[in-house]
C-alpha cells in the first residue's frame, strides 16, 4: 500500500476510534480500528524511505507531502498514546508497542519460514530429479552392455 492510500486508511479508522472513545468505547472493542491505524501509520512512517516511481510532481511536493503527513500521523499518534494511558496507565501505550512488535517479529519469521520451506522444496525436487536421472542413465547404459 502506498503512503497516500495507507494515510487515507489511517485518518478514516483515527476518526473511527476518536468517535468510539468519546461515546466511552473500551479500547478492546475497537482493536480491529486501532490495529488498522496502526499498520496503516506504520506505512506513512515507512513511505518515504521506499523508492518512489511517481512520474508528475517534482520532489519538493512529495517531500512537503510525506512531512506534512508524517506530523499528521504523528500528531494522531499522540493523542491515541495519551487517551490509552490516561484510561489504562501510563505504560499501556508501550506495552501496546510491545506486543505489536512482537507480533511484527513472529509474521517476519513466520514468512522466512515459509521461504525455507519452499527453498528446500525446490532443492529437494532437483536433487530427486537429478538421482533419477542418473538412475535411468545406469539402466541403459547396463541395458547397452547386455544388448550388445
Not at 485518518?11 to 475497537?30: L, R
Not at 496502526?38 to 518515504?48: F, L, R, S, Y
Not at 495519551?82 to 512482537?102: D, K, M
Request: aromatic share 10%.
Amino acid at each position: 500500500m502506498d503512503p497516500v492510500t495507507a494515510f487515507g486508511v489511517a485518518t478514516t479508522a483515527y476518526k473511527t476510534i476518536v468517535a468510539g472513545f468519546k461515546v466511552g468505547k473500551q479500547v478492546e472493542s475497537m482493536s480491529k480500528d486501532l490495529g488498522r491505524w496502526m499498520g496503516a501509520i506504520q506505512t506513512v512512517k515507512e513511505g518515504h524511505n521506499k523508492k518512489k516511481n511517481r512520474m508528475f510532481g517534482s520532489v519538493e511536493e512529495e517531500a512537503l507531502e510525506t512531512f506534512a503527513m508524517k506530523k499528521k500521523a504523528v500528531a494522531m499518534e499522540n493523542e491515541l498514546r495519551n487517551f490509552v494511558n490516561l484510561n489504562y496507565g501510563p505504560n499501556a501505550w508501550n506495552e501496546v508497542i510491545s506486543i505489536q512488535a512482537q507480533i511484527r517479529k513472529q509474521k517476519k519469521e513466520a514468512e522466512l519460514e515459509v521461504k525455507r520451506k519452499q527453498r528446500q522444496m525446490i532443492e529437494n525436487t532437483i536433487i530427486g530429479g537429478c538421482v533419477l536421472f542418473f538412475i535411468f542413465f545406469i539402466i541403459y547404459i547396463v541395458y547397452l552392455v547386455i544388448s550388445v
